[in-house]
């Protein structure tokens, strides 16, 4: 019947805390959120201090539905580097079809 409230608590203060000792501009829960705005516009490279198991699984589903490489690195323990290459829709040149 639900998550105690000291529970819940002590999971907020580690996040905060986690988010306070990375450099990095972007927290988790935004992280899987720039995915694809970024995979269907220009691109991009963002730091975002950890990564989550939903970004992980977000990024696996774009490249498979836009075939891109989305690249995860950690760059130390509380920054992570995510580099979302833009999209490039094949023309109909590419896809074998008469221009």
């Known amino acids: 019947s639900g998550v105690a409230s000291e529970k819940i608590l002590r999971r907020a203060a ?38 989550s198991r939903h970004t992980r699984t977000n990024a696996l589903v774009i490249e498979q539905f836009l075939g891109v490489s989305i690249g995860i690195e950690a760059e130390d323990r509380n920054v992570h580097r995510i580099e979302v290459p833009a999209f490039q829709p094949k023309t109909q040149t ?6």
Request: proline share 7%.
């Open 14 to 51: 580690n996040q905060v805390r986690r988010l306070q000792k990375s450099s990095a501009p972007i927290g988790e829960f935004l992280a899987d959120q720039l995915l694809l705005p970024l995979a269907l516009g220009p691109g991009g490279v963002f730091h975002t201090s950890n990564v």
């Open 94 to 99: 590419q896809q074998g079809g008469a221009a």
